[in-house]
């Protein structure tokens, strides 16, 4: 059983910058696709970004595609989501998540941390 915690969230001004972190215990992040998923209020859980096990290949949601780095450190069994260039309507809940075949659906997912807040302001 993994479990997953997230750290590194806060309030920023726009254009600023965060670095999100998701250390991982209870099992070997390296066995997993790792991703990150948003939830501003009132909406649907979004992808945002994933890694794959290796870390070798990355994919991005096209509206943080160029602004956020997903990696990964497999040694230290964390994850990271460096956002940068940071606009108010990426102000959501960040959530790590674990998956042994790996998508944009949180469907596919089995393992999710409590989730970190982000506020942007303008």
């Known amino acids: 059983q993994v479990q997953l915690v997230e750290s590194g969230g806060g309030l920023v001004q726009a254009g600023g910058s965060l670095r999100l972190s998701c250390a991982a215990s209870?099992?070997?992040?390296?066995?997993?696709?790792m991703g990150w998923f948003r939830q501003a209020p009132g909406q649907e859980r979004e992808f945002a970004a994933r890694?794959?096990?290796?870390?070798?290949?990355?994919y991005y949601a096209m509206s943080v595609k160029g602004r956020f780095t997903i990696s990964r450190d497999n040694a230290k069994n964390t994850v990271y989501l460096q956002m940068n260039s940071l606009k108010p309507e990426d102000t959501a809940v960040y959530y790590c998540?674990?998956?042994?075949?790996?998508?944009?659906?949180?469907?596919?997912?089995?393992?999710w941390g409590q989730g970190t807040q982000v506020t942007v302001s303008s």
């Open positions: 890694i794959t096990t290796n870390g070798m290949f990355t």
């Open positions: 209870g099992g070997t992040v390296s066995s997993y696709v």
């Open positions: 998540a674990a998956s042994r075949s790996g998508s944009r659906s949180p469907n596919e997912y089995g393992y």
